[in-house]
């Protein structure tokens, strides 16, 4: 069975901690992804930009493009893609594709920052 | 048992939104301020003990009114009070914070625009501005606000009374601000975080390193409003800047903290996940095609930003940004800036017809003699090149910008030795 761990964290806590802090918990955290990985059992691994660099497509016949943090919270988090894109642009138009096949919901579009695509290589 | 350091970041974190509920609430900052300091005081009590609330902006908002509604009752002496503990009790926590979170989720925004806001007052001069919203925005005390300002704590006290008496007097007012006053809201505090973030940049004067955190406070500041104000294209632009020149800091300055420009700087060191953010910011905020003078400068940032070396800069982008720029904001420090691009696509001798007319605007200005005397030295004028730097070193704010100047003159006396020698 996969799993996958999805890390939720108050933002505003987050963006206070300093460089050398995040560092620290970035070390700690690669050495359990390290021991994972020896196991065989690591997918891919990101972290996202703030969700003030995040973009949303309102799903349905003709997708809305909406700017900026994830607001609706009667919408829970059900799936996730990971695309190569050129641009945000195209991954908007990227986007849009799923949105139209898809009558409800919204899909949020997030640079990622760091990522792993086959675990961690220290 | 809930942990200290995650209680003290929790509170500096939940300070803007909550000082700002309190604020709408009592309409003085002193009492605002007296109200958020004593939910503080009791969180540190609290949260240990009985463990953090589900939404602790919501808890201390809660605790701080009744603390001060509970004053005002206590000097009136018309009502028997509960005993301290009493005020919050386990059964009742969790409606109240649903009360709280309902009264103050339509508000918090305009709540915490209102508190940056009353800071930029166009009444409070610059310093005194960005001084005040780190105080009571950020809530750094006085004594670390005099460091990074490089004055004494008292100067500093009484520069802080003094912004907030005139605040005071100012009278903001407190309805929800229609569309056009939220616009000009947002433009006061995106120019006052931009000062606040040039405090901690440009170091007008002393230590670059005690000013680091200013800058940080700025971006941090910069996203909150951003949060805030999602859709808001300027906003993404002033981030983006201001994370994109922050990237650059460890290479900005050397052991001996001299100035290292930007064609010399190891971009190695450039903090590379601070530009990939500033770059999505700009993206993001360019698709919006309602253009204002911090995305152009955020766009001229990434830039510079994108080229692997010195040589690989895209000048002629740049100097297309900076025309942009003049025609948005015009300004002769605008025109200053674009004549460096110039000189790179187009030469020297341009780039000085360019700056010369500026004299009379930029005559105390650091930057406008030292541009001419580096225009001026390529240009094998040596003589009017030494006036030049001169000039500047009389008009370098910190120790670095005069030993950066110092540097060129010594280039000079050597170029004009080795040429008498040969």
Known sequence: MLYSILCYESEALAAGRTRQEDDAMMVRLRTVQQKLKSEGRLGPVARLMPTTTATHIRSGKDPMVVDGPFAETKEQLLGFYVIDCPSLEDAIETAKLLAREKPHGTLEIRPVAVFNPVGVSL | ?422
């Not at chain 2, 209680?7 to 000082?19: G, S, Y």
């Not at chain 2, 001060?68 to 009752?73: G, K, Q």
């Not at chain 2, 940080?216 to 805030?228: H, N, Q, V």
């Open chain 2, 1 to 422: 048992m809930t942990d200290m350091a995650w209680i003290d970041a929790t509170l500096t974190a939940a300070r803007p939104q909550v000082l700002g509920a309190l604020l709408r609430y009592f309409r003085v900052l002193d009492a605002a301020e007296d109200a958020f300091q004593e939910a503080c005081l009791r969180a540190l009590k609290n949260w240990p003990v009985k463990g953090p609330p589900r939404d602790p902006a919501a808890w201390l908002i809660f605790v701080g009114r009744n603390f001060a509604l509970d004053e005002v009752r206590r000097r009136s002496k018309q009502t028997e009070l509960p005993a301290d503990d009493e005020i919050v009790t386990d059964e009742t926590e969790d409606t109240q914070t649903e009360l709280a979170e309902r009264l103050d989720a339509s508000h918090y925004r305009d709540d915490i625009l209102r508190l940056l806001f009353v800071c930029c007052h166009p009444d409070l001069p610059a310093a005194q501005q960005v001084a005040l919203a780190l105080r009571i925005v950020s809530g750094l005390t006085v004594k670390e606000i005099a460091r990074a300002f490089l004055v004494s704590e008292s100067a500093m006290e009484q520069r802080i009374t003094r912004a907030k008496a005139r605040i005071t007097a100012a009278d903001v007012p407190f309805d929800t601000p229609g569309a056009p006053e939220r616009a000009s809201r947002l433009s006061a505090v995106s120019t006052m975080l931009y000062l606040l973030f040039n405090e901690g940049y440009s170091a007008s004067g002393g230590n670059a390193h005690v000013r680091v955190p200013l800058c940080e406070e700025a971006i941090r500041l910069s996203r909150l409003l951003l949060r805030l104000f999602p859709s808001e294209p300027e906003i993404m632009g002033l981030s983006a800047l201001l994370l994109i020149q922050h990237a650059r800091a460890a290479a900005r300055l050397d052991a001996e903290n001299n100035i290292i420009l930007l064609e010399d700087q190891d971009r190695s060191l450039w903090d590379r996940e601070l530009i990939a953010e500033g770059l999505a910011l700009v993206e993001k905020a360019l698709r919006h095609r309602r253009p204002g003078p911090y995305q152009i400068q955020a766009a001229i940032a990434a830039v510079h930003s994108q080229a692997a070396e010195a040589g690989d800069t895209d000048w002629a982008e740049i100097d297309r940004l900076y025309e942009i720029l003049e025609s948005l904001q015009p300004s002769p420090v605008v025109t200053l800036n674009r004549a460096v691009a110039v000189s790179k696509l187009r030469g020297p001798a341009e780039a000085l017809a360019m700056i010369e007319p500026l004299a009379a605007k930029l005559g105390g200005y650091f930057y406008f003699f030292g541009l001419k005397g580096a225009l001026l030295t390529q240009l094998d004028r040596p003589e009017e090149a030494r006036v030049a730097f001169d000039h500047a070193i009389s008009l370098a704010n910190t120790a670095a910008e005069a030993a950066h100047i110092r540097l060129h003159l010594d280039r000079l006396q050597k170029d004009s030795e080795s040429k008498r020698s040969a």
